[in-house]
C-alpha cells in the first residue's frame, strides 16, 4: 500500500492549488485524495467521497509520489467521442423539457431517444458534458404575480431602503416562525450516514421577529402560544419604544394577525408606516434568511431531549444576533432581492 508523507512545505503547495481558480476540477479531486490519504482517510472512503474507485485513489498517489504536484495538475484526460454525439441536440432539448430525477432515469431516457443502452455513470457523464447539474429544486408560490413583485420592489421597498440607508428611516421586515420540536435533518459530511433522535411530542415555540436593514438590528417577541393581532401590537409598542422619533416602516406580509384593524390603528397612532408585500411575496420577507438561519446554526442535525432545551437554543442564538452573531445579519439582511422568473418589464 503506497505512504505518503508530505512536508508542511507540501501541504502548503497543495492548499494553494486547491484555492487556485486557474486549477481544473479534475486536478483538484486528485490533489484532494491526496490530502485525505496525509489526514488518514480510509482509502475506501476517499474513493466514496470523491466517486472513484480504490485503484483510482492509489493510482493518485503514486503518481504524486513519482511526479510531485505538477504530475498531478498535469492533465493527461483524454475523452472519446461518445458514440451518442450525434444525438445531443435531441437529449438536451429532451432534458431541457422534462428533466430526469436520477442518472437511471437519464440513461433510460437517452436509450428511448437514440436506441443506445447506457450505463448509469455513462449517462451522468454525458447529463454532465451538455451542462446539466444536480440542483435541488425551489417551490415558488402558486398564486404569486412576478409583474406585481417588481413593481413593488421598484416603486415601493427599493425607495424606503434608499431612504434608511441615508439615515432618514428604519426599514423593518416582520414575519413569524413556528419552531416544532423535532428532528431538523440535513446534509453533513460524514462517513457514514447519522441518525439523529427525535423528540417525542410536537409542541411549537413561536417567534415573532423584525430585522432591521441599515444596522441589522433584531428585535423579537417568542411564545409558547399563538401569535396574533395581540402579539403584532406588543412588537410594534416595543419598536416604538426603542427607536422613539424615528421614521419605521414595517415591511409584512397580509396575514390576518398582521392586517387587523387593531394593528393598524395602533400604528397609525404611533405614526409607523406597514408596508404590506403582495399576495404570495415570501422571496420579498428578508426576515425569512434569518429564520432559515436559525434552523441552519441551532436546531438542524440537533437533538434536544425536552421543550425547555428547545427554546432555551433558540432564545440563545436570536440573543446572539445582537451581539457577536450580528455579522451573520450583515451578510445576509441585503437588498439582493430573489425575484421570481418571467416577469413582464
Known sequence: MVRLSLTQTELKDITEALDDPSVEERAKRKLLAVRMHVLNVPHSAIAQILDITDDTVTNYLKRYQAEGLAGLLEDRFF????????????IRKSLAEEPVASAKEGAARIEKLTGILLSETQARRIMKQLGLEYRKTAAVPGGADPQLQLDFLTHELLPRLEE??????????????????????GMIWCFARIFIRSASGRRRYSVLGAVETRDHDFVSIQTDGSVNAGTVCELIRKLDARYPGEELTLVMDNARY?????????????????????????????????????????????????????????????????????????????????CLPNPKI
Not at 454525439?85 to 435531441?90: G, I, N, S
Not at 432618514?168 to 416544532?180: E, L, P, Q, S, Y
Request: hydrophobic share 45%; charged share 25%; with cysteine.
Open 79 to 90: 475523452q472519446p467521442t461518445s458514440k451518442v454525439a450525434p444525438f445531443f441536440e435531441t
Open 164 to 185: 434608511a440607508q441615508m439615515e432618514k428611516r428604519r426599514v423593518f421586515f416582520v414575519d413569524a416562525a413556528h419552531f416544532v420540536l423535532g428532528a431538523f435533518v
Open 258 to 338: 398582521q392586517y387587523n384593524a387593531q394593528v393598524q390603528e395602533l400604528a397609525k397612532s404611533l405614526n409607523i408606516e406597514l408596508l404590506y408585500l403582495p399576495a404570495y411575496s415570501p422571496n420579498l420577507n428578508l426576515i425569512e434568511r434569518v429564520w432559515k438561519l436559525v434552523k441552519s446554526k441551532c436546531l438542524r442535525n440537533k437533538y434536544y431531549e425536552d421543550f425547555d432545551a428547545f427554546r432555551s437554543a433558540i432564545d440563545t442564538f436570536l440573543i446572539s444576533l445582537r451581539g457577536r452573531n450580528r455579522d451573520l445579519l450583515r451578510s445576509l439582511i441585503t437588498d439582493n432581492f430573489q
